[in-house]
């Protein structure tokens, strides 16, 4: 769940996508995602995906079009490419796993599943849009490439329902 999220987050954030497939997202979303989290809940009774399970939860994406408190359309607006807004969520998630290790000394903190649900969220966000940023597909930008960089988020988050749909059986 915690992936489809932070997907869906970028997705949102990105500049020059049309308001009406943005919104077309989140209104596909919000039907997947009620049976994602119903089949998580089911099959995911492990005491480390409950923790996974909260940060997926405290976001507010579907309603507000937020991420940990940051406005995803305010983003959009401030930066004139889609590098720009990876760059952004980035240093933003970095900032909080910092901010989260300087003030933690304990070392069972090491382990991420131990972590509280905010620095989890963080640390999808930093690693999925360090992972989009270093791949070769996000060059050169013009409105091809913000369609495509769109399109391919969707394509991902689709694929991670269709995954978990899978499991519907099993519930």
Request: with cysteine.
């Amino acid at each position: 769940m915690l992936p489809v999220v932070t997907l869906m987050s970028i997705a949102i954030a990105l500049p020059n996508i049309p308001k009406h497939r943005v919104k077309q997202l989140l209104n596909n979303m919000n039907q997947g995602v009620s049976l994602v989290k119903l089949i998580d809940k089911t099959l995911g009774k492990n005491a480390q995906l409950i923790n996974l399970r909260k940060a997926a939860d405290i976001f507010e994406v579907e309603l507000y079009k937020k991420w940990l408190n940051i406005n995803l359309s305010k983003t959009s607006l401030n930066c004139t490419n889609s590098k720009e807004v990876l760059r952004e969520l980035s240093i933003k998630a970095e900032g909080i796993i910092t901010k989260f290790k300087n003030r933690e000394k304990d070392p069972i903190m090491e382990n991420p599943h131990k972590w509280p649900a905010k620095v989890v969220a963080a640390n999808s966000m930093y690693r999925i849009t360090r992972t989009i940023l270093l791949s070769s597909e996000v060059q050169e930008e013009n409105e091809q490439t913000y369609d495509g960089l769109f399109e391919q988020l969707c394509v991902m988050i689709a694929d991670i329902v269709a995954a978990y749909l899978t499991n519907l059986p099993m519930v």
